[in-house]
């Protein structure tokens, strides 16, 4: 398996990238923004009613909530990412958990921390991609709000989820 | 001033598509290279076992940073076309908290599960589903928080607004602010590594 590469190294060329994006397309990186459209179409198409609803709505105004910038970066970020894990020979079908943790239980924190984070990306309009990195980047005061209640919550939080994250190697 | 090039009009919303498409693609895999395509990678930085997570952060902020005020200052970019998430006080910190928690439960943030999931961990896939499920549920409660979603607005408002100042004084403060950080942790990092646990 490869080596990662150094976090200083990862960051410069992430930064290259995010400043041609927002040269290009007068916008940052992001993500959340695209799981939020997917859950507004799967809603719609189960329930067309969604289409009035006061947050979804908003998505789906246009027709297909999925014709998006965002929706097509994120398609990208998964091509990506599929591209660098097959080429390091890191594709494997695992889950990342804590020394001797149960799997049943990971996965459970796994989804219910994505629940929850759903929403708090839609109050902080934007996750770690779209508000801290690129709000931070264009000097904006919001992204620090966001990351520092985030990773300050985080640090308090994290002696709770101990075993979780115990010796944490990757797969099992 | 030439950039950004598709709010100047200068290209076609399909060549913006097939662009967030390859910047998508570089995106993903620049995180896969740089581990976040593993929550083993990630999930250390609560603990201050190692500084990965925010070494890479601050790096790239840096490195963007920098590359705008600079092309800010030579007249390259309409700094007031670039898009800047609209900040919204209460929401934010609310968000925020909610947010750290879940990056604790779940070990994954949305991007980064997009790139576990490229690679087929299975947590990851879980966090998506969560992240999901949680988006509808916001749907049906929005209509009831609507107004506290809203609440604390400041607009666009970077730290040139919010010390009347100049962009050149608000790229500085992001500096100071991110090398204070970065410090900060560093003593964070070290108390750990002298009580040596685990």
């Not at chain 1, 990238?17 to 993500?31: E, I």
């Not at chain 1, 219910?112 to 990195?133: K, Y």
């Not at chain 2, 962009?167 to 009580?195: C, E, N, P, S, W």
Request: net charge positive.
């Amino acid at each position: 398996m490869n080596k990662y590469w150094h976090p200083v190294l990862t960051g410069i060329v992430l930064g290259f990238v995010l400043y041609a994006t927002f040269m290009v397309a007068g916008q940052g990186l992001g993500a959340s923004g695209a799981f939020a459209r997917t859950a507004a179409q799967l809603a719609y198409l189960i329930d067309p009613s969604y289409a009035s609803n006061a947050y979804a709505g908003k998505y789906l105004k246009h027709g297909n909530a999925l014709a998006n910038w965002i929706v097509v970066e994120v398609v990208g970020v998964f091509i990506g990412g599929y591209i660098s894990a097959m080429l390091a020979g890191r594709i494997r079908r695992e889950v990342d958990k804590g020394e001797g943790y149960s799997v049943g239980k990971r996965l459970f924190w796994a989804f219910l921390g994505g629940f929850i984070m759903a929403g708090a990306t839609r109050l902080a309009r934007g996750c770690t991609s779209g508000q801290a990195l690129d709000g931070a980047s264009t000097f904006s005061v919001g992204a620090w709000i966001f990351m520092l209640a985030a990773f300050g919550t985080a640090f308090f939080a994290a002696p709770f989820f101990y075993k979780q994250w115990k010796n944490v190697k990757e797969g099992e | 001033m030439l950039y950004p090039l598709y709010t100047n009009g200068l290209i076609s919303d399909g060549l913006n598509f097939f662009f967030a498409l390859l910047f998508g693609i570089g995106f993903g895999f620049i995180l896969e290279r740089g581990g976040f395509g593993s929550s083993a990678h990630i999930a250390p930085i609560f603990y201050f076992r190692d500084l990965r997570v925010a070494q890479t952060m601050v790096s790239a902020i840096m490195t963007t940073a920098t590359l705008m005020i600079i092309s800010v200052y030579e007249g390259w970019v309409n700094f007031d076309a670039v898009y800047i998430p609209p900040v919204y006080v209460w929401p934010y910190l609310v968000g925020g908290i909610l947010f750290g928690l879940g990056m604790v439960m779940g070990g994954w943030c949305p991007g980064t599960s997009v790139v576990g999931m490229a690679r087929g961990k299975v947590d990851a896939f879980m966090f998506a589903l969560g992240l999901l499920s949680g988006m509808w549920f916001y749907f049906d409660i929005y209509d009831k928080i609507e107004n506290f979603a809203n609440s604390g607005a400041l607009g666009r408002f970077t730290f040139a607004q919010l010390f009347h100042t100049d962009l050149y004084v608000a790229f500085f403060i992001t500096v100071v602010i991110v090398v204070g950080l970065m410090t900060f942790m560093r003593t964070m990092k070290a108390i750990r590594d002298q009580k040596g646990e685990e």
